[in-house]
């Protein structure tokens, strides 16, 4: 499965440089189109734990996000 992510910046919020930086380390690959990020998964189990993380990383920055999953 590949998890897309669409982020919403708020003006006041972290610079969108910066979150490029957190979101590569989380281990999410930049993409052109609909979607500003993707990553792929195996189980339900990795799923919630890149959920975790990806919360957790975007706590108190002013950014919103989008998620949307589909299969490779």
């Known amino acids: 499965m590949r998890l897309y ?8 919020g972290t610079s969108p440089l910066d979150i490029l ?7 999410f690959d930049p993409v ?9 998964y195996e ?3 990795e799923y919630k734990k890149i959920i975790e993380n990806l919360t957790e990383a975007l706590e108190d ?10 299969k490779n």
């Open 32 to 40: 052109v189109g609909d979607y500003d990020f993707a990553k792929d």
């Open 43 to 45: 189980s339900p189990d």
């Open 5 to 12: 992510i669409q982020l919403y910046f708020d003006s006041d």
């Open 61 to 70: 920055t002013g950014v919103r996000y989008r998620l949307t999953t589909r």
């Open 21 to 27: 930086d957190q979101m590569k380390e989380l281990g």
